[in-house]
């Protein structure tokens, strides 16, 4: 089944599909809630924060919020190798979870889908442990599988 028919235009209102932003983290496709999700950020200036988990990248000012940077590479246990040029540009995807701003750091933004809920499966046993902990399920597309992240999951990890 190609994409395209997976990503059916249907009414907006319709409890049948989940709009997800895809994310790009060393060539694997992610997918978000759009309903979860804040904003979209380019590469940031991020302060450090001494201590602080390897996950936590730092920390940054966004229109006077405090918002906590997650290196999710490193939440997903994938190696930096894979990014190729260290000057290459990142992006971020701001989330609110438990009343706080917290900057997703992703290699890059895809594009927004709508996808039917009767293509959404439970994680593949295949899956490796550390993203089955913070994934909710999948999407299979052609030839790839979107993983859907479960942000809080991702979070409570962290702050855990």
Known sequence: MSAQSQIDILDETSDETQELLTVIIAGQRFGIPILQIQDVLGEQSITKIPLAPPEVAGS?????????????????DIDDQGKGNSSEKTMGVVVEYG????????????????????????????????????????HRLDGELLVILDVPKLLDSVNA
């Open 99 to 138: 009343h706080e701003l917290y900057n997703l750091i992703i290699d890059r933004v895809g594009d927004v889908l709508k996808l039917k809920n009767d293509t959404f499966e439970n994680n593949p046993a295949t899956l490796d442990a550390v993203w089955r902990d913070i994934s909710m399920g999948i």
């Open 60 to 76: 940054l000012n966004l229109r006077g919020r405090i918002v906590t940077a997650i290196d999710v590479r490193k939440r997903l």
